[in-house]
């Protein structure tokens, strides 16, 4: 399990990542929100997923910023990882609301 860190810290993913030991191959990973896309203070965590060996994700929500969208959804396919979405949305969307960017 893991939680995003403070700005510039890593983020969820990247935590339950760091706090597993061996083989992701057969492994299914759960996560509230669209993996980022884009490098800023940290790594694109979809490319960090991408390339940790991990085959299949489930995403409650995309993440509405007009800047991760559905591009990290489209990273992690194309790296084929197979992408369940739209698990929970409603519940992590209310959960979420409070941090998230709402598209202009």
Avoid: W
């Amino acid at each position: 399990m893991g939680f995003t860190q403070s700005i510039g810290g890593d983020h969820a993913e990247v935590e339950a990542l760091n706090a597993i030991k061996g083989e992701l191959a057969g492994v299914t990973a759960y996560v509230t929100l669209e993996p980022c896309s884009f490098v800023g203070r940290t790594p694109a965590c979809a490319a960090t997923l991408a390339n940790s060996g991990l085959k299949h994700l489930v995403v409650a929500m995309l993440d509405p910023a007009p800047r991760n969208c559905g591009k990290g959804i489209a990273m992690l396919q194309s790296a084929g990882v197979n992408v369940e979405l739209g698990i929970c949305e409603a519940q992590a969307s209310a959960f979420l609301s409070p941090y998230l960017s709402k598209p202009e």
